[in-house]
């Protein structure tokens, strides 16, 4: 069974203090690992694809980075409107076509005080 | 950049009744849309899978006849909770991929759905 564990489950940063979240998976042939913000009563945004280990992606403040057994999401110099809970979801198996959802962890709500 | 509209946004029924939730993809086709449903502080979890002009395919310990899923068109999935009841209530999210394959999910902004 495909299993996403996110930590630490919360986070709470002064504004411009650096840090990371880790997201750890096991899943049996990964297809993409995906990261997303959710902002409260909404749906998730979507930020980050990753395929392979060694694959990085950055956007504005964030930089995601993957290897065999986990992926992180760093904030450099997060501001306040960083604050939102960071999913990390994980596409695996075999079925082609996109017919297939996402396999979810449970999120790190991260605070970013001013 | 790929929009999914969910409506409503929130709705409040009477234990019993049914509630329909539609979900469309504006400017995208989607043969297939995914439905989660989340509880508070809780992981998204993946209810079912609805299919264009096939039966949807649904998670074990999900109900089909409780959440019944239509899937008419290639941008509009609905989902029609029946005899609703209070512990149905919570966060549904649908999704749904513009390119096949590992293309990422794109989410609507949610139903907050609340059975009295």
């Known amino acids: 069974e495909d299993q996403v564990t996110q930590s630490p489950e919360a986070l709470r940063l002064q504004e411009g203090e650096s840090s990371s979240l880790n997201c750890s998976y096991t899943?049996?042939?990964?297809?993409?690992l995906f990261w997303y913000r959710q902002d409260p009563g909404k749906g998730p945004e979507f930020l980050f694809t990753l395929y392979s280990a060694g694959e990085e992606k950055e956007k504005e403040r964030l930089k995601a980075t993957l290897t065999k057994k986990e992926s992180f999401l760093h904030i450099t110099a997060p501001k306040p409107e960083d604050s939102a809970t960071y999913l990390c979801?994980?596409?695996?198996?075999?079925?082609?076509?996109?017919?297939?959802?996402?396999?979810f962890g449970k999120g790190t709500h991260l605070i970013i005080q001013p | 950049g790929a929009v999914v509209s969910q409506h409503p946004s929130w709705v409040i029924c009477k234990s019993g009744t049914s509630v329909k939730i539609e979900c469309r993809s504006l400017?995208?086709?989607?043969?297939?849309m995914f439905w989660y449903r989340q509880f508070p502080k809780q992981s998204l979890m993946l209810m079912a899978t609805?299919?264009?002009?096939?039966?949807?395919?649904?998670e074990q310990g999900v109900e089909k006849d409780k959440f019944l899923i239509n899937h008419a068109s290639l941008t509009l999935s609905t989902l029609t909770v029946t005899s609703a009841h209070p512990e149905d209530s919570s966060f549904y999210i649908c999704s749904a991929r513009e390119w096949g394959g590992n293309s990422p999910l794109h989410f609507g902004n949610g139903t907050r759905l609340t059975v009295t």
């Open positions: 609805s299919n264009e002009g096939s039966k949807a395919t649904y």
């Open positions: 400017d995208f086709q989607a043969t297939t």
């Open positions: 979801a994980v596409q695996a198996g075999a079925l082609e076509g996109g017919a297939d959802g996402l396999t």
């Open positions: 899943v049996s042939g990964l297809r993409g």
